[in-house]
């Protein structure tokens, strides 16, 4: 069964940002599916742990080190994918920073730097991803990572918020454009994940009790509680869902 199916054998998927978290729990998920996976980060000691991690699993895994705020960065590693023979069919935008800080207080460096990695690079290594799905004519299929704060704002996370609500409107511009390639661009909008970056929410009393008092699930969630829906829209079972944006929060927005 081709349609409606959860199958991604055959299928090769770039998570950016899989070292840990997150990228990590979606790019576990998507192997165990049957994919063979890519995994991306800055830093190759923590990028080789977390493939060997996955490969000790038994899964199909592989790291390509790059920055995907930096556009030659980028190329070229889609160039050595080209050299390899390695097509990327599922592109997973996840890399992402955070910086807290009220805005009276924020510096230029800081919001360039959040909105570069989070929402730029969603655009660079989406290009480079859809310029070879198109020139292989099969299609592919795009996630791009946002957050509650694609659709809500939190105060001291100004660069943040406004790069994640760029996310959900990238996914829908990817999608006017490319939907007739067979190319599927959505988001997935995680809420209050037990992550590293948010590390410090979680060990803060007050946050912690924020979280769990405002969510109607009353927890915080967990990476790995991601990775269905992200198998979901990198499998034939979307093919026709499109530019729309999907929450895993615990029903967070539903009673905000
Ligand atoms: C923060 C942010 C995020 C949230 C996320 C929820 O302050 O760090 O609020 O990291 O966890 O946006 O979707």
Redesign the pocket.
């Known amino acids: 069964m081709s349609q409606g199916s959860f199958d991604l054998s055959g299928r090769t998927a770039l998570v950016t940002g899989s070292a840990r978290g997150i990228g990590l729990a979606i790019a576990r998920g998507l192997a165990q599916a049957g994919a063979r996976v890519v995994l991306n980060g800055r830093q190759t000691a923590a990028l080789e742990q977390a493939v060997s991690t996955l490969a000790a699993e038994g899964l199909d895994a592989q790291g390509s080190a790059f920055d995907v705020a930096d556009e030659q960065a980028v190329r070229q590693a889609f160039q050595a994918f080209d050299e390899q023979g390695l097509h990327i069919d599922i592109l997973v935008n996840n890399a992402g920073i955070?910086h807290?800080a009220p805005m009276l207080e924020l510096e230029l460096k800081d919001w360039q730097r959040v909105i570069d990695t989070n929402l730029t690079a969603a655009f660079l290594v989406g290009r480079e991803a859809a310029r070879r799905m198109i020139a292989k004519g099969n299609g592919g299929k795009i996630i791009n990572i946002g957050?509650?704060?694609s659709e809500a704002a939190?105060a001291?996370?100004a660069p943040?918020t406004v790069a994640?609500g760029g996310i959900k409107l990238l996914s829908r511009s990817m999608a006017a454009e490319w939907a007739r390639f067979n190319i599927q661009a959505n988001s997935i909008?995680?809420?209050?994940?037990l992550t590293d970056?948010?590390e410090a929410?979680v060990n803060n009393p007050e946050f912690d009790a924020w979280v769990k008092s405002s969510n109607p699930a009353q927890r915080w969630g967990k990476p790995e509680e991601l990775a269905g829906t992200a198998v979901y829209l990198a499998s034939p079972a979307s093919d026709y869902v499109n530019g729309q944006i999907i929450y895993v929060?615990g029903g967070w927005l539903a009673v905000l």
């Open positions: 955070q807290r957050s509650l704060t939190r001291t996370v943040y994640k909008g995680p809420g209050y994940i970056m948010n929410l929060d």
